[in-house]
């Protein structure tokens, strides 16, 4: 006799829709109360959408960083950012020849000039000197880092926030 009730229960819940059967089902086979599917909920809002012009607006994973006395400086292999989701600074992969002794150093992004980057051949300014920068410590993933900033403009991070 329960085999014909769970079958009858399947045949209506059937002619309800999928939903309401599967959930018959379950209520029924585990004795349990069900709720009514919210079918009408409201879908969510679409995404802003920012349009940012070919020209006002490049990547910066792998350009060629220089001085300002047009020194080569290394390449950008990271940026940082805060808890805020603010862009802090940036890694550059310093010195060596093609990446054989080279290390990793962390700048203040206030410290990097983007003036020229319209193609993946322009390279990125850095208000710092090579000596200034080869004496910076090495950047370690999971230590405390230390960020070489311009004279003057380096501002505290909140480790508190």
């Not at 940012?52 to 290394?74: F, K, P, Q, Y």
């Amino acid at each position: 006799m329960r085999i014909g009730i769970v079958v009858a229960t399947l045949v209506a819940g059937l002619a309800a829709g999928p939903t309401a059967a599967v959930a018959q089902d379950a209520a029924t086979t585990q004795g349990a109360r069900t709720t009514p599917v919210d079918a009408a909920k409201e879908p969510a809002p679409p995404p802003s959408v920012t349009v940012i012009g070919a020209r006002d607006a490049h990547g910066i994973l792998g350009r060629e960083v220089r001085s300002a006395a047009n020194e080569d400086m290394g390449r950008v292999v990271d940026v940082i950012v805060d808890r805020d989701g603010t862009v802090r600074a940036a890694v550059i992969d310093f010195g060596g020849f093609l990446g054989v002794g080279s290390r990793k150093i962390v700048v203040d992004w206030k410290a990097m000039r983007f003036g020229a980057v319209a193609n993946k051949k322009d390279s990125i300014t850095l208000e710092l000197t090579k000596a200034q920068v080869a004496a910076a410590p090495e950047y370690k993933e999971d230590a405390p880092v230390i960020v070489l900033g311009a004279a003057g403009r380096l501002q505290p991070w909140d480790f508190d926030h």
